[in-house]
């Protein structure tokens, strides 16, 4: 079964594709709540982290944690969120090969 998404531009993206972009936006977004940490700004919610982690964001939440060393103390994001990965890679598996 071939997955693809056709964007309104036109261009049709596979799901690999698709995935790598939102991974590499849910990496910026540690990286942007990290910027924010340090200068006492305004932050991004843990839930709305969270979110993008479960909606397939795991990896580039998990690796922007460890790169920018952000909310890795955090019991629930160093447990949480590679729970989440290894959930996305049997939502991924499900979704591409049945």
Same mark, same amino acid.
């Given at each position: 079964m071939e997955l693809g998404v056709e964007l309104i531009i036109g261009v049709d993206l596979d799901i690999e594709s698709l995935l790598l972009f939102w991974n590499v936006i849910t990496f910026g977004l540690m990286m942007i709540d990290k910027s924010q940490a340090r200068k006492r700004g305004k932050r991004i919610r843990e839930r709305t982290l969270f979110l993008c982690a479960f909606c397939f964001g795991a990896i580039g939440i998990w690796g922007g944690m460890y790169r920018f060393r952000h909310k890795t103390k955090h019991r629930n994001f160093v447990v949480g969120i590679p729970l989440l990965f290894i959930l996305n890679l049997f939502? $991924? $598996? $499900?979704?591409?090969?049945?």
């Open positions: 939502a $991924y $598996y $499900y979704f591409r090969w049945h």
